[in-house]
């Protein structure tokens, strides 16, 4: 017993210091000598090897930034891929998922066994190397491939995968891996700031080259956009009632969304939601299975709807209005320049957001529906679409900076050098 005592009390102990400032020194130190064993292998063998941890295809945008680094001569590409243990099935799209990585050309090392035990890192990484870590919730059970081990024994890289538009400090700017990172990539010279204002780090780690996937929707849109029959984007977010960041309204505008197709037989309507949300729905106890499935169905079987759960948002930016609750999608697409229709009534903006919100139409109850499908989408009687487009000119010259992955490149062969 008080062994145990003793165990707890260390564990404890061990869990502070690693929150201050003289772990963070400590380890900057374990990653200049990091850098040195890299410089040393590319010197020896021409490579430097970077990983990218892996569990949602969604993520990373189609993978252009991997595939670009892929391509490098001097860069060795190596993809890890882990169940997504955010799911209630964690396995269900591995093959499918493992089956794109491959067809794109990477070498991919599987982070479990034929059995679907987690693969020590010390079987995978052997020696210290880039390691990109794809989100704050990967939840690997595991403990080699927690963010502290990683940081103590790789060079430890973060991209966000989204435009930080909510007013949640903690939440963005100062969770383990955004101390304990060699380099966090934030995605504007404004979220840099907030990095040094909220981070324990005080983004002495942070980088700003831009966002790779703002870069994406605007590359769409200098594509010529096609007349044809207008579409709405309906994208529910995964946050509901009592949970930690409960920022999704779908469960209090399920109903009047449900009718839209109904309403409006001339318009397509795309359902995608985050790709959390059949997962939250079903651990919150909003729907069971087989109303899920059926709710599922219904998107389906509508002659004017789709359900297109995991694809890209970027591949959405030919279409006419956007119906969201997800705070992220308003800055991604903002190069479309289409309205949007804002359910906030949980949403608290930053700064950042909330700039982008005015130039948008935003709701509490749903109540303004019909005139914004019939007048801003349908009559293309949009007052707002002007102040959308001095914003997209004010942000993009923040938010697309320089070409992303070329200065990723750059920055990781000045460190390897």
Same mark, same amino acid.
């Given at each position: 017993?008080?062994?145990?005592?003793?165990?707890?009390?260390?564990?404890?102990?061990?869990?502070?210091?690693?929150?201050?400032?003289?772990?963070?020194?400590?380890?900057?130190?374990?990653?200049?000598?990091?850098?040195?064993?890299?410089?040393?292998?590319?010197?020896?063998?021409?490579?430097?090897?970077?990983?990218?941890?892996?569990?949602?295809?969604?993520?990373?945008?189609?993978?252009?930034?991997?595939?670009?680094?892929?391509?490098?001569?001097? @860069? $060795? !590409?190596?993809?890890?891929?882990?169940?997504? %243990?955010?799911?209630?099935?964690? #396995? &269900?799209?591995?093959?499918? =998922?493992?089956?794109?990585?491959?067809?794109?050309?990477?070498?991919?090392?599987?982070?479990?066994?034929?059995?679907?035990?987690?693969?020590?890192?010390?079987?995978?990484?052997?020696?210290?190397?880039?390691?990109?870590?794809?989100?704050?919730?990967?939840?690997?059970?595991?403990?080699?491939?927690?963010?502290?081990?990683?940081?103590?024994?790789?060079?430890?890289?973060?991209?966000?995968?989204? @435009? $930080? !538009?909510?007013?949640?400090?903690?939440?963005? %700017?100062?969770?383990?891996?955004? #101390? &304990?990172?060699?380099?966090? =990539?934030?995605?504007?010279?404004?979220?840099?700031?907030?990095?040094?204002?909220?981070?324990?780090?005080?983004?002495?780690?942070?980088?700003?080259?831009?966002?790779?996937?703002?870069?994406?929707?605007?590359?769409?849109?200098?594509?010529?956009?096609?007349?044809?029959?207008?579409?709405?984007?309906?994208?529910?977010?995964?946050?509901?009632?009592?949970?930690?960041?409960?920022?999704?309204?779908?469960?209090?505008?399920?109903?009047?969304?449900?009718?839209?197709?109904?309403?409006?037989?001339?318009?397509?309507?795309?359902?995608?939601?985050?790709?959390?949300?059949?997962?939250?729905?079903?651990?919150?106890?909003?729907?069971?299975?087989?109303?899920?499935?059926?709710?599922?169905?219904?998107?389906?079987?509508?002659?004017?709807?789709?359900?297109?759960?995991?694809?890209?948002?970027?591949?959405?930016?030919?279409?006419?209005?956007?119906?969201?609750?997800?705070?992220?999608?308003?800055?991604?697409?903002?190069?479309?320049?289409?309205?949007?229709?804002?359910?906030?009534?949980?949403?608290?903006?930053?700064?950042?957001?909330?700039?982008?919100?005015?130039?948008?139409?935003?709701?509490?109850?749903?109540?303004?529906?019909?005139?914004?499908?019939?007048?801003?989408?349908?009559?293309?009687?949009?007052?707002?679409?002007?102040?959308?487009?001095?914003?997209?000119?004010?942000?993009?010259?923040?938010?697309?900076?320089?070409?992303?992955?070329?200065?990723?490149?750059?920055?990781?062969?000045?460190?390897?050098?």
């Amino acid at each position: 017993m008080q062994f145990r005592t003793l165990k707890l009390l260390l564990r404890i102990c061990w869990i502070n210091f690693t929150q201050t400032q003289l772990c963070l020194n400590l380890l900057k130190l374990k990653n200049c000598c990091s850098l040195l064993k890299i410089r040393s292998h590319r010197r020896q063998t021409g490579k430097v090897e970077v990983f990218f941890l892996v569990s949602q295809i969604v993520i990373w945008s189609g993978f252009k930034v991997q595939e670009q680094l892929n391509q490098i001569p001097w @860069i $060795k !590409v190596r993809i890890v891929l882990f169940p997504d %243990y955010n799911e209630i099935f964690p #396995n &269900k799209n591995l093959n499918e =998922f493992r089956n794109t990585l491959v067809d794109k050309g990477f070498e991919i090392c599987s982070g479990v066994d034929s059995q679907g035990k987690v693969i020590s890192r010390r079987q995978i990484i052997s020696s210290p190397s880039f390691v990109f870590y794809e989100s704050t919730n990967m939840n690997i059970p595991h403990k080699s491939w927690s963010i502290s081990k990683l940081a103590w024994s790789q060079l430890l890289m973060y991209i966000p995968y989204n @435009i $930080k !538009v909510i007013d949640e400090p903690k939440a963005h %700017y100062d969770q383990e891996i955004h #101390n &304990k990172s060699q380099t966090v =990539f934030a995605e504007s010279q404004w979220h840099e700031e907030q990095f040094k204002r909220f981070s324990r780090a005080r983004g002495k780690n942070v980088k700003s080259f831009g966002s790779y996937k703002f870069e994406s929707f605007d590359r769409r849109r200098q594509l010529s956009r096609s007349e044809k029959r207008k579409s709405i984007l309906i994208a529910p977010h995964w946050t509901f009632r009592d949970q930690k960041i409960a920022i999704g309204d779908f469960d209090n505008y399920r109903k009047q969304i449900d009718t839209l197709p109904i309403l409006y037989p001339n318009l397509t309507f795309f359902f995608r939601p985050h790709p959390s949300w059949s997962t939250s729905i079903l651990k919150l106890g909003l729907m069971s299975d087989e109303t899920l499935a059926e709710y599922i169905r219904f998107w389906q079987s509508q002659e004017n709807c789709n359900y297109v759960p995991n694809m890209d948002i970027d591949k959405f930016s030919d279409i006419s209005a956007l119906i969201t609750d997800s705070g992220s999608f308003i800055a991604e697409f903002l190069p479309t320049l289409v309205p949007m229709y804002l359910l906030h009534k949980r949403m608290k903006f930053n700064d950042f957001g909330q700039a982008i919100a005015n130039t948008h139409y935003t709701t509490v109850d749903f109540s303004n529906s019909e005139m914004f499908i019939q007048k801003v989408v349908l009559q293309n009687d949009d007052p707002k679409i002007e102040n959308r487009r001095d914003l997209m000119f004010s942000v993009s010259r923040d938010l697309i900076r320089s070409n992303f992955t070329s200065s990723l490149i750059g920055y990781l062969d000045d460190l390897s050098e």
